[in-house]
């Protein structure tokens, strides 16, 4: 019996390892354009540090700046840990992301309880927008969607 | 008529002793908020009524330092100074918190020397032209006052003007106060000021807490709008002043204190001020 429920429990929780977050960006009619800086990241919902899930930037840039200087005009993430962040980041920092759906893993080690995930995003020459929506672990179905910049985040089990 | 003489004397009395109200000293950085270790940061100084424009005097680099993130003296490079507006650049090349700013001291006052009015210190206006003959009953420095003068009414002035800019993670190293004169620490990280966050600022004298201090906020753009959009605030017991930002933006903070406890022999009294801009984000 109490080896069932362990393995219940096991079962129940596997599932949040494969949820993920698919983040759009939307393709937009200007004279200018540029792939927008991105960042996701979940924050407790009672308070606490926040924890970096993804960061597309210049990653690639050549030259004496490796890609980092624009990286403050993510400014809500910038200032809740982007800055601390030693880049690049294993897994969570990638280059800028093509108008379409991306995916984000939710991490597997992210414990059971109830968060906010943020999306935020920052154009050269365009604007910014920060998403936010409650995520809870293990992860249950749930969408918002952007105006400007970004399109729909939705969350899949 | 002695009246009148009295009067005026007050009131050239009242000019000499704050020659800082005439016009609002301000330097204004490009950003406060920098990314990686190859930023720069380029300074605006200047003096004028109207933040942040300048449209009066430009203000002299020659007093202004850095401080990198270890408290260590930086350079000011590519300085410069146009009819209204000087400018600097430094090179953000360590992580952290910067400061940069200026620490201006002096004496102001007047003395007795056989029942004769001296003046000692500055005065208002340009400076003396070379050959130009000395200012009559009149003395630049606090040492040149003679030893049988009496009626000392000497003002000991001390002022800071202070901007604060950080690449990638905050630090406080640049906070420590000297607990000399008037001096400001950060509550609230100046890398972490948002329009709808309160933030609170520590006003010391000599390292104690300003108590009952005035601190004056105004924000930039006053061509924008009608009123200047000053906003008062108080410190507590603890020296503390909190300000909610009305928007984000740059905006100037000015407090001065003034008490009977000069820190230079032979003065009598002084005058100290703190300035500082700030740079406050949008949520």
């Known amino acids: ?157 | 008529m002695r009246i009148k003489s009295l009067l005026l004397a007050a009131v050239a009395l009242a000019t000499a002793a704050s020659p800082a109200m005439a016009h609002r000293q301000w330097l204004l950085p490009s950003a406060t908020i920098f990314s990686g270790t190859d930023a720069w940061v380029t300074v605006d100084g200047a003096a004028s009524n109207d933040l942040f424009f300048p449209d009066h005097q430009p203000m002299r680099l020659d007093g202004v330092k850095a401080w990198a993130p270890d408290g260590t003296e930086a350079k000011i490079e590519n300085g410069a100074t146009g009819r209204h507006r000087s400018m600097f650049d430094v090179k953000l090349d360590r992580p952290g918190t910067w400061k940069i700013g200026t620490a201006q001291n002096g004496v102001s006052g007047t003395f007795k020397v056989d029942g004769v009015e001296w003046r000692v210190g500055g005065r208002r206006g340009p400076p003396p032209q070379p050959g130009a003959p000395a200012q009559p009953n009149s003395v630049a420095t606090l040492a040149e006052v003679p030893a049988n003068a009496t009626d000392l009414n000497i003002t000991q002035s001390a002022s800071r003007n202070e901007i604060y800019v950080t690449t990638d993670a905050p630090t406080e190293t640049v906070f420590q106060p000297t607990n000399e004169g008037l001096e400001m620490v950060p509550l609230t990280h100046p890398s972490e000021l948002v329009a709808d966050e309160p933030a609170r600022f520590r006003f010391l004298v000599d390292g104690k807490p300003a108590a009952n201090l005035k601190v004056d906020v105004l924000p930039g753009g006053k061509r924008y709008r009608d009123d200047d959009g000053l906003i008062e605030v108080v410190t507590g017991a603890d020296g503390v002043a909190q300000i909610n930002w009305p928007q984000a933006g740059m905006f100037w903070l000015n407090t001065s204190y003034s008490d009977d406890k000069p820190t230079i022999a032979r003065a009598t009294a002084r005058r100290l001020s703190f300035t500082s801009t700030l740079e406050v984000m949008a949520p």
């Open chain 1, 1 to 157: 019996m109490k080896k069932t429920s362990l393995l219940i429990a096991g079962l129940a929780a596997a599932p949040a390892s494969a949820s993920t977050i698919s983040i759009t960006i939307p393709r937009l009619d200007v004279a200018e354009y540029h792939r927008p800086y991105v960042a996701a990241w979940v924050e407790p919902a009672a308070g606490g540090d926040a924890r970096t899930l993804a960061v597309w930037y210049d990653i690639k840039k050549g030259g004496a700046e490796p890609g980092t200087k624009w990286l403050h005009d993510l400014r809500s993430w910038w200032r809740k840990g982007g800055r601390s962040l030693k880049l690049p980041a294993d897994g969570v920092s990638g280059a800028t992301r093509a108008p379409g759906t991306h995916k984000v893993a939710v991490p597997s080690d992210l414990k059971p309880g109830q968060y906010t995930l943020y999306v935020e995003a920052a154009r050269e020459t365009g604007g910014r927008e920060i998403i936010s929506m409650p995520l809870t672990i293990p992860a249950k179905a749930a969408a918002a969607s952007g105006k400007t910049e970004l399109g729909a985040i939705t969350i899949t089990r």
